[in-house]
C-alpha cells in the first residue's frame, strides 16, 4: 500500500506562486483534491507524479523522494488534464506505446486489458482525432494503467464525460481502491468528490485549505457566514427587526427609500448570518409580522472561490 506525501513544499514559477507551503499525506483509497479553478491542483499532481520538481520542501512516495526517481514511474499511473494527444494513432497504437515504454513483458495483452477495463475495447481501431472528448479521457486512463500501477493520479478526470462514462470511470476508481491503490484526483466540481472520495483535500490560490472526510469539509462550509442582498417595502424596518431578533451576526443599509419590483429605489439591505438555515427561517417571518414586503433576497457569496476563501481565512 503506497503513501504519498508532501512537507513543506512550495512551487513558483518566476515571480508567481502557484503552491504555497503546503503538506499532506495521501494513503490507500480515493482521495479528492479540492479546489477552484487556478488553485495549484495540478501543479500538486504533477511534482506528485515526478514531472515537476518542488522548489522547496519534499515529495515523496514510500519514503522515497520523488523528483529525478525513475523507479517511481512503475508505481505510479498519470491521467493530465490536458486534452493534447498524438492524433494520427488509434486508441490501441497509443495504450500499446505506454505498455512498451514500460518495458512489459506483454504489451499487447497488457494495453488490451486496460482498454477493456476503461470500456474502449469497441473503439479501439479508431484514430484519437475521432474520439469525443469524454472518450480522449478513457484512453488517458488505460494508458496509466496498463503497467497495474499502485497509486493513480488524475487531474480533473470527468471533464467532457456523459453521465454514463463519469459512473463508469467512479465505479472504476471504487474497484481500485478496495484492491488497496492509492488514488487521487483533481476537481472543482465538489459534488464530484462527494459521490467517491473516502477523503478530501481543498486547495485555493496555492494554499492548503482544510483537509478531512465530506461531512467535516460540507460542515465548514456550511457553517461559515453567510451573506445576502435583500430589497423590501421598508428596508429600515426590515434591519431593525432583524437586528432585534438577533438571528444576523452583521447588518448594514445602503441607498436610501422604499425598493420596488420595479427595481425603481437603489436602496439594499446586506446581512451576514452565522447559521443560514435558522436566518431564511426566521427572515420571513419577521416581514409578515412587519408587513413587510420582501421583493428580492440573493446570496452574495455563493461563489466556489468564495467558500474556499472562508476555508483559507479560518
Not at 500501477?149 to 467532457?160: I, R, T
Not at 456523459?162 to 472543482?188: I, Y
Not at 421598508?234 to 438577533?246: Q, T
Request: glycine share 8%.
Amino acid at each position: 500500500m503506497s503513501v504519498l506525501v508532501l512537507d513543506r513544499v512550495s512551487r513558483w514559477f518566476g515571480n508567481v506562486v502557484a503552491v504555497n507551503d503546503i503538506s499532506m499525506t495521501i494513503g490507500p483509497g480515493i482521495t479528492g483534491l479540492l479546489g477552484p479553478n487556478g488553485a495549484g491542483k495540478s501543479t500538486v499532481i504533477n511534482m506528485l507524479s515526478g514531472f515537476l520538481a518542488p522548489s522547496s520542501g519534499t515529495a515523496t512516495l514510500d519514503g522515497a523522494t520523488i523528483w529525478r526517481n525513475e523507479d517511481i514511474y512503475r508505481s505510479v499511473g498519470l491521467v493530465p488534464e490536458r486534452e493534447a494527444m498524438y492524433d494520427i494513432v488509434t486508441g490501441w497504437d497509443f495504450a500499446l506505446a505506454n505498455a512498451r515504454l514500460h518495458g512489459l513483458a506483454e504489451p499487447g495483452a497488457a494495453a488490451l486489458r486496460a482498454l477493456t477495463t476503461v470500456d474502449m475495447l469497441q473503439a479501439k481501431d479508431r484514430a484519437l482525432s475521432t474520439y469525443s472528448k469524454g472518450m480522449k479521457q478513457r484512453v488517458k486512463v488505460a494508458s496509466a494503467l496498463v503497467h497495474d500501477p499502485s497509486v493513480l493520479l488524475l487531474d480533473e478526470p470527468f471533464n467532457g464525460m456523459d453521465p454514463r462514462q463519469r459512473l463508469h470511470l467512479m465505479d472504476l476508481l471504487r474497484t481500485m481502491a478496495n484492491d488497496g491503490r492509492t488514488v487521487l484526483f483533481s476537481s472543482h466540481i465538489l459534488e464530484e468528490v462527494e459521490r467517491i472520495a473516502d477523503g478530501i483535500q481543498v486547495m485555493v490560490a496555492g494554499r492548503h485549505a482544510a483537509s478531512g472526510d465530506f461531512r467535516e469539509i460540507r460542515r465548514l462550509m456550511t457553517e461559515r457566514p453567510h451573506q445576502y442582498t435583500i430589497r423590501s417595502s421598508d428596508d429600515r424596518a426590515l434591519a431593525s427587526a432583524i437586528i432585534s431578533d438577533g438571528s444576523a451576526s452583521g447588518v448594514q443599509l445602503k441607498g436610501s427609500g422604499p425598493a420596488t419590483p420595479m427595481g425603481e429605489s437603489e436602496a439594499e439591505l446586506h446581512v451576514e448570518a452565522t447559521d443560514f438555515s435558522v436566518f431564511v427561517r426566521v427572515l420571513p417571518r419577521l416581514a409578515r409580522e412587519r408587513g413587510i414586503t420582501l421583493y428580492d433576497v440573493s446570496p452574495a457569496d455563493e461563489s466556489l472561490e468564495s467558500v474556499f476563501s472562508y476555508l483559507v481565512a479560518r
